[in-house]
């Protein structure tokens, strides 16, 4: 049980990386809109909007670890 903790503890601290450097590196590309107007969407957003988006990314992740977690304590204490 604790080995199984200790990798899990590595892989959700190893997509927390992930997702920070993946997140400041999409901040990074997209320059700040001037003024009241926004910017061009590039085509490479505009054709899957919804995976090239962090949030959805995060959200996806934390209920994928989310059900792993369940399923390891209902494994383990059921």
């Known amino acids: 049980m604790n080995l199984f903790v200790n ?3 590595i892989v959700i601290i190893g997509v927390l990386a992930f997702s920070l450097i993946h997140t400041f590196s999409v901040a990074r590309q997209h320059k700040a809109a001037e003024g009241h107007i926004d910017t061009k969407i590039s085509e490479h957003v505009q054709k899957s909007p919804y995976t090239k988006n962090p949030i959805f990314l995060a959200y ?3 209920f994928a670890l989310l ?4 399923l390891f304590f209902a494994i383990t204490f059921y």
């Open 60 to 62: 996806g992740i934390f």
């Open 67 to 70: 059900l792993f977690i369940v």
């Open 7 to 9: 990798i899990l503890s």
